[in-house]
């Protein structure tokens, strides 16, 4: 296969076509120059969006409306309300708002008692307050026979009964509440040697180891001499004088206490 000739087909230039020189360098003087030159032309020169809002500032102030302001924009009697002041003013609604609920709550959800109710309220609380007054007294009541009796309760007193005594020596007596057990004892005339003990009753109950006994001298069957009288409480036990002595009273023995 015969080979195709390659044609070369680039245009032929000739080297005198390109006499022109190399273009010549400015000098920076004359660059700086003319840059000098457009700076100024800018600075004379406004720029036209400065000058198109000067203008448009000036139509709306030539355009302004002329229509007189309201009334109400005009007045100028109108107080100023201060801060401080408007704060006050609302605590004190708020306060008001609050005491006006609290009594609406508790007139709606008061109570209403029956008046049994009412009445079986004040029967307690009476009962109730008796029931201190009670122990309130008898703690009073042994606090004073602490005072004056002492424990165990005892009692002492000087009489003339006819006991080989006198008035210048008396019998002496001592009566004493020894767990609950009354007991007597008699000193003729003083004299210890000659003592006499005489067993009164038993006491029953609660807190009688607390009861005060107390003797007291009496005519009580008119023989003309004197009896003793064992008093415990509101209780009374008698001892004829007989003899020299006390004994207890016998049965249809007629006494007047």
Do not use: C
């Not at 273009?23 to 720029?47: K, T």
């Not at 004073?144 to 309760?153: A, I, T």
Request: charged content about 20%.
């Amino acid at each position: 296969m015969a080979q195709r000739a390659r044609v070369n087909t680039a245009p032929a230039y000739d080297e005198d076509d390109f006499d022109d020189a190399e273009p010549v360098r400015i000098p920076s003087s004359a660059l700086h120059y003319q840059r000098l030159a457009d700076v100024r032309a800018e600075v004379g020169r406004a720029p036209a969006d400065v000058q198109g809002l000067g203008s448009q500032r000036n139509y709306r102030a030539s355009n302004r409306s002329t229509i007189p302001p309201r009334r109400s924009a005009t007045q100028t009697g109108i107080p100023v309300v201060h801060g401080s002041r408007q704060r006050e003013a609302d605590t004190e609604t708020d306060e008001i708002a609050i005491r006006n609920t609290d009594q609406l709550i508790g007139t709606i959800f008061r109570p209403r008692f029956h008046w049994t109710v009412i009445l079986g309220m004040a029967m307690f609380t009476m009962l109730v307050g008796w029931v201190l007054l009670t122990m309130v007294a008898n703690w009073w009541q042994v606090t004073q026979d602490d005072w004056h009796y002492g424990r165990p309760r005892t009692f002492q007193v000087d009489m003339v009964v006819g006991h080989n005594d006198s008035a210048t020596n008396p019998s002496h007596f001592i009566a004493i509440n020894l767990q609950r057990h009354i007991e007597i004892i008699e000193l003729p005339g003083g004299d210890s040697s000659r003592a006499k003990i005489y067993t009164g009753p038993t006491l029953v109950g609660p807190g009688q180891e607390l009861a005060v006994v107390t003797l007291t001298f009496k005519d009580v069957n008119g023989d003309g001499k004197l009896d003793m009288v064992v008093n415990v409480q509101d209780s009374h036990f008698v001892f004829i004088n007989d003899s020299g002595q006390f004994r207890p009273v016998r049965p249809g023995e007629n006494v007047q206490i």
